[in-house]
């Protein structure tokens, strides 16, 4: 058959969701990034950057692509390539921990915050055009690469100014604030890149999905498992290392 653009629908509420889970995974690792990281005897614990790492780049940006992936309604059949959504979400965590691992190593200063923001962008931009190339339909995707570079850009600039607010800010309210300003950045940038993409058909039985993909049913009971999963493991560190606290105090 000949070539089709296929015009794409957003549901709302998993838009708003999307949203909602980003700002949630990207308060929670500064929150720890600023609040637990630094230990002035031992130094940066290793342990909780990587924890920092999987809220920001597992929940606040991998978990939030997904939803917004499964948000993203094309009448066709669509599927995941199981390795290549793993490979996304390690990519996601491992830059995401080195960005505020090394911000928050020593204090922060504008240098290292000008290493640091792009970075946490980049994994931004990573992990979301690594998630839309695990995608699998009858088709493939034309792009407009003047949006792709928009997106990258303002991935880069908007995580640069939440790590700025995050760590400049010492109150809950502030923090809150630069976590919405993440949130913000990381569903700008993915919208920005699935607006760069226009869906091309080429295949005769639109609604056919292939053998071994994840279908967007069981993608998202993985998203809600990792959500569950991260916070649970953040939570058990963090009552750890307060009773830590405690017992050091008698």
């Keep these: 058959m000949n070539p089709e653009i296929l015009a794409a629908t957003y549901d709302p509420m998993l838009v708003l969701a999307s949203f909602l889970v980003s700002t949630a995974g990207a308060y929670t690792a500064l929150w720890v990034t600023a609040s637990m990281l630094k230990d002035q005897q031992r130094g940066a614990s290793k342990l909780n950057i990587f924890l920092a790492g999987l809220a920001l780049g597992g929940v606040g940006i991998w978990s939030m692509h997904f939803l917004g992936m499964i948000a993203y309604q094309v009448p066709m059949g669509v599927g995941y390539h199981p390795f290549e959504t793993l490979l996304s979400l390690v990519a996601a965590v491992a830059v995401s921990s080195v960005a505020l691992g090394y911000i928050a190593a020593e204090k922060v200063s504008f240098r290292r915050l000008l290493v640091a923001g792009p970075l946490a962008g980049l994994a931004v931009a990573a992990m979301h055009y690594l998630g839309m190339d695990a995608m699998r339909f009858g088709g493939y995707f034309d792009w407009s690469w003047n949006l792709v570079a928009l ?75 990792m959500a569950i999963s991260i916070a649970t493991m ?15 105090a008698k």
Excluded: K, N
């Design 151 to 225: 997106s990258v850009v303002i991935a880069m600039v908007a995580a640069t100014a939440a790590l700025w607010l995050a760590f400049h800010a010492h109150s809950r309210m502030h923090r809150v604030g630069a976590a919405v300003v993440m949130g913000a950045a990381v569903c700008t940038m993915h919208y920005t890149g699935m607006a760069a993409a226009s869906v091309i058909c080429t295949s005769s039985d639109r609604l056919s999905v292939g053998a071994g993909l994840l279908r967007p049913r069981e993608l998202s009971f993985y998203v809600i498992l």
């Design 234 to 248: 953040i939570a058990v560190d963090v009552m750890m290392q307060r009773l830590q606290r405690a017992q050091l």
